[in-house]
């Protein structure tokens, strides 16, 4: 690979990565290959297979049972291919309804909403029917997230213990 703003070749190391980029804070990658350029510091992240990395981690938080924390409402929802207006207009609430629940933490998403989006992504793969978990979904009140690792493997992405 070729350095974009020199044209330097780049040397490859492969990595552990917070993976902040996504725009969550809690989630850490394994195996990921960074090329670096020596000439002038330019580096570049090489994530395969993304959009099954973010449907992990989607999956993660749809069935997590504390509530939906800002940033990962608006994950969920990018993740689902919307814009903040289309969701808006999805689930029958004003846009600046859902600004609220993305950036302003006393703005609160209420549970039954929560657990509409969170029912959107788990619908993404195929039927849910599991009624019973979907009880679980929310019900501890406190916005903890656990950290989230993940590793590359040959058959793609793996949730890796923390
Ligand atoms: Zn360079």
Same mark, same amino acid.
């Given at each position: ?6 044209? !330097?070749?780049?040397? $490859? ?5 917070? @993976? $902040? ?12 290959? =960074?090329?670096?350029? @020596? ?37 969920? #929802? ?13 689930? !029958? ?21 929560? $657990?509409?989006?969170? =029912?959107?992504? /788990? ?7 599991? @009624?019973?978990? /979907? #009880?679980?979904?929310?019900?501890? !009140?406190?916005?903890?997230?656990? #950290? ?10 793996? !949730?890796?213990?923390?």
């Amino acid at each position: 690979m070729k350095c974009t703003n020199c044209s !330097s070749p780049m040397s $490859k190391t492969i990595t552990r990565h917070h @993976y $902040k980029e996504c725009g969550l804070r809690n989630v850490h990658l394994d195996g990921v290959a =960074l090329w670096k350029c @020596y000439e002038c510091g330019e580096d570049e992240l090489d994530i395969h297979e993304i959009e099954m990395l973010h449907h992990i981690i989607a999956t993660f938080l749809a069935e997590k049972t504390t509530r939906l924390k800002p940033e990962e409402i608006r994950f969920m #929802r990018v993740h689902l291919g919307f814009s903040g207006s289309d969701f808006a207009r999805a689930i !029958s609430v004003k846009p600046e309804t859902v600004s609220r629940w993305e950036n302003d933490p006393k703005h609160e998403m209420n549970l039954s909403n929560e $657990k509409l989006l969170r =029912l959107m992504i /788990l619908a993404k793969l195929g039927p849910f029917t599991d @009624y019973q978990k /979907l #009880r679980e979904f929310g019900k501890d !009140s406190s916005k903890t997230s656990k #950290r989230m690792s993940f590793k590359t493997t040959t058959s793609g992405w793996k !949730s890796s213990a923390a």
